[in-house]
């Protein structure tokens, strides 16, 4: 069993060169998922492929009535800056599947042009920060010290779990430039405020020049995200 790509029509050689991959997928706090859903909504795009993988969750999630499967989709945005934003409702949930799973997004977003790994998380603490502390890792040295110049963060200790390390890990592999942004998120799902400070971070990194809303925007962005990409 493999992850299954549907490619909208007329999108399966699509090209977006010098894109960055920006990995939204539920975690710790949603803090990934709710940053890529504010830089969707803001932003734009449009979708390119949506994977579906055998090792997703077996539970299925209803609204309205409505059963809605589990999956991650590929979007492009153009302006400012070429993006290819992942963004879904699950994450693989077995070892083997994590890897089948993130060696399938990368080879679409490499082929596609993508030159730069980001994933984004949310490291969970039962004591956070007012402030929420940000931590970087990546498998290069130089790249961390860039991000340290660019974004108030510390650099990170610990293991990262699913997609969020194992993006960069298989990036660092095959010598692709990579980053990953862990943001303190407390026991509230989603957490907005260390979803604020995941946008900030971005926003910072990227040179995106958005300006980020308040808590209340956020979480009325995030659910008009939900609302539309999973319906």
């Known amino acids: 069993m493999e992850t299954e790509i549907v490619f909208e029509p007329g999108l399966k050689d699509f090209k977006a060169p010098g894109a960055v991959l920006i990995e939204g997928l539920p975690g710790v706090g949603l803090v990934a998922k709710g940053a890529v859903a504010y830089l969707l909504e803001s932003l734009g795009g449009k979708r ?8 997703f969750p077996t539970a299925g ?30 994450q693989p949930s077995s070892y083997y599947g994590q890897h089948e799973f993130c060696d399938k997004v ?21 004591d956070v920060s007012e402030e929420r502390r940000i931590y970087v890792s990546s498998t290069r040295r130089e790249i961390i010290k860039l991000a340290l110049e660019r974004i108030d963060a510390e650099v990170y200790d610990g293991q990262i779990i699913g997609a969020a390390g194992l993006l960069i890990t ?32 971005v926003n910072k990194l990227l040179d995106l020049g958005l300006e980020i809303g308040d808590i209340y925007s956020i979480s009325k962005t995030y659910v008009n995200a939900v609302q539309r990409f999973e319906s």
């Open 170 to 201: 298989l990036a660092g592999d095959l010598g692709i430039d990579n980053l990953s942004v862990l943001v303190e998120a407390g026991g509230t799902t989603p957490d907005f405020y260390s979803v604020r400070r995941a946008l900030e971070s």
């Open 61 to 90: 999630y209803i609204r309205d009535g409505k059963l809605i499967p589990s999956f991650a989709d590929l979007y492009f945005v153009e302006s400012p800056k070429p993006l290819l934003l992942l963004y879904g409702n699950s």
């Open 106 to 126: 990368l080879k679409v977003s490499l082929e596609m042009g993508a030159n730069f790994i980001l994933t984004l998380g949310g490291y969970g603490k039962e």
């Open 48 to 55: 390119i492929c949506r994977f579906y993988s055998p090792y």
